[in-house]
């Protein structure tokens, strides 16, 4: 099984800061790796898929980057409706896995 | 405008069973994969079991196969969730979530339904 590992768990940001954060794979899942928004008793929201390409009608200050093992995702400019945790999870291969979230939280 | 609404969640003793619906509507089971999602309280998202398009590919993680068997019912445009040997570690929000594609992530997600295994 693919493994997925979120850094860091957690970050504390402002509204307007810039913030990125890493997904790693175990091994290569080519650029099948999508990320996804979740407010608290909320159900996820997609917002990149396969890496890099945006969902339709999510903000363009999200972003994705990387292919293989290593997996950026930033948002350009913090608003205040993105303090949320954020996950990536794998589509390359059975069994699509998560990984454990980063929870951005308001400084 | 695609809707996934779930039913069927509960409370369960262990060893129990519990079948999930999850009624679509704005567009074709048929015609994408469909998946169960689940989340335990206070924890992360774990993937449960997809069904190709088809129908004819499904997949399940390793802690449900045998147990869990996911199934869909074109002609009422609804996908199930047959829960069998539930165990106290199933307890969780299943959400019932469509894809893009087989690579393409999950757009679309209903908005869950608890199932709670305890004695």
């Known amino acids: 099984d693919i493994q997925l590992t979120q850094s860091p768990s957690s970050l504390s940001a402002s509204v307007g800061d810039r913030v990125t954060f890493t997904c790693r794979a175990s091994q290569t899942v080519s650029t099948y790796l999508n990320w996804y928004q979740q407010k608290p008793g909320k159900a996820p929201k997609l917002l990149i898929y396969t890496a890099s390409n945006l969902q339709s009608g999510v903000s363009s200050t999200f972003s994705g980057s990387g292919s293989g093992t290593d997996f950026n995702f930033t948002i350009s400019s913090l608003q205040p409706e993105d303090f949320a945790t954020y996950y990536c999870q794998q589509t390359y291969s059975t069994p699509f896995t998560f990984g454990p979230g980063t929870k951005v939280d308001v400084k | 405008e695609v809707q996934l609404v779930e039913s069927g969640g509960g409370l369960v003793q262990p060893g129990g069973s519990l079948r999930l619906s999850c009624v679509a509507s704005g567009f074709s089971l048929s015609t994408f994969p469909m998946n169960w999602v689940r989340q335990a309280p206070g924890k992360g998202l774990q993937w449960v079991s997809t069904?190709?398009?088809?129908?004819?590919?499904?997949h399940y993680v390793d802690s449900v196969k045998g147990r869990f068997t996911i199934s869909r019912d074109n002609s009422k445009n609804t996908l199930f969730l047959q829960m069998n040997s539930l165990r106290v570690e199933d307890t969780a929000s299943y959400y019932c979530?469509?894809?893009?594609?087989?690579?393409?992530?999950?757009?679309?997600w209903g908005q869950g339904t608890l199932v709670t295994v305890s004695s």
């Open positions: 979530v469509k894809s893009r594609s087989w690579y393409g992530g999950m757009d679309n």
């Open positions: 069904v190709s398009g088809s129908g004819n590919v499904v």
